[in-house]
């Protein structure tokens, strides 16, 4: 089955803690990127990846890092100075260019800091 | 103002009604437009894809798409309760960059 996928599907912080939201995607795309979505909002770029080894920062990058080390892998780490994490974090993958450029997503981890 | 803009509703149609979603978009020069059903506590699933001005069709939903006028829009025909669920608009900009408006919530009353 071609896809993406996201692992945990539920996760729990405590304070000061460093987590790691996995997404991995076999679409053969070059383009992955993570997105936060708060309740009743829409997505809002955290980072993006046009291509291993590169990636930029999207609109809430503070508190957040990423590496794009292989191209179906694009881990994401929420640091302890992302003050409100708690949220719904989404991976998606794209082509680069041309049609067909749609952008899927994976299922979705839920971080909930106690 | 934001990049992607959409109508929070929610939008309250009769099942077999013609649901009319709506979205308008600040970039001139964006060339890729879709529209994602997000059903409550479930990730973004992609239903259209639009790059040229006019109508595309597939099955009850038909988007249409106006660049003179930066609109979009989604008709969902038929509606079904099933249908129910927030409706995002998402426009490609240059550098592979997606922007999504805030979605309109669908509701389909049997």
């Known amino acids: 089955d071609g896809g993406i996928t996201q692992s945990p599907k539920y996760l729990f912080r405590k304070e000061g803690q460093n987590v790691t939201l996995s997404c991995e995607q076999n679409?053969?795309?070059?383009?992955m990127y993570w997105y936060r979505q708060d309740p009743g909002q829409g997505l809002r770029l955290i980072y993006y990846?046009?291509?291993?080894?590169?990636?930029q920062k999207g609109d809430i990058a503070e508190g957040y890092s990423v590496s794009r080390e292989k191209k179906e892998s694009f881990p994401l780490t929420v640091t302890s100075a992302q003050k409100n994490p708690t949220a719904f974090y989404l991976c998606?993958?794209?082509?680069?260019?041309?049609?067909?450029?749609?952008?899927?997503f994976g299922p979705g981890t839920r971080l909930t800091v106690l | 103002q934001k990049e992607v803009e959409q109508n929070s509703g929610p939008l309250s149609v009769p099942e077999g009604a013609i649901a009319s979603l709506n979205c308008t978009y600040s970039?001139?020069?964006?060339?890729?437009f879709f529209w994602y059903r997000q059903y409550s506590g479930k990730s973004p699933e992609l239903i259209m894809s639009?790059?040229?001005?006019g109508d595309k069709e597939d099955g009850r939903f038909t988007a249409q798409l106006n660049k003179a006028s930066q609109y979009v829009s989604l008709l969902i025909r038929d509606s079904q309760p099933s249908d129910s669920a927030t409706y995002l608009c998402?426009?490609?900009?240059?550098?592979?960059?997606?922007?999504f408006g805030s979605g309109t919530k669908l509701n389909v009353k049997p």
């Open positions: 998606a993958s794209s082509s680069r260019t041309g049609g067909g450029d749609e952008q899927f």
């Open positions: 679409l053969n795309h070059d383009a």
């Open positions: 990846s046009q291509i291993v080894n590169d990636f």
């Open positions: 970039d001139r020069v964006s060339q890729s």
């Open positions: 639009i790059y040229s001005n």
């Open positions: 998402a426009v490609k900009h240059n550098f592979n960059k997606f922007y």
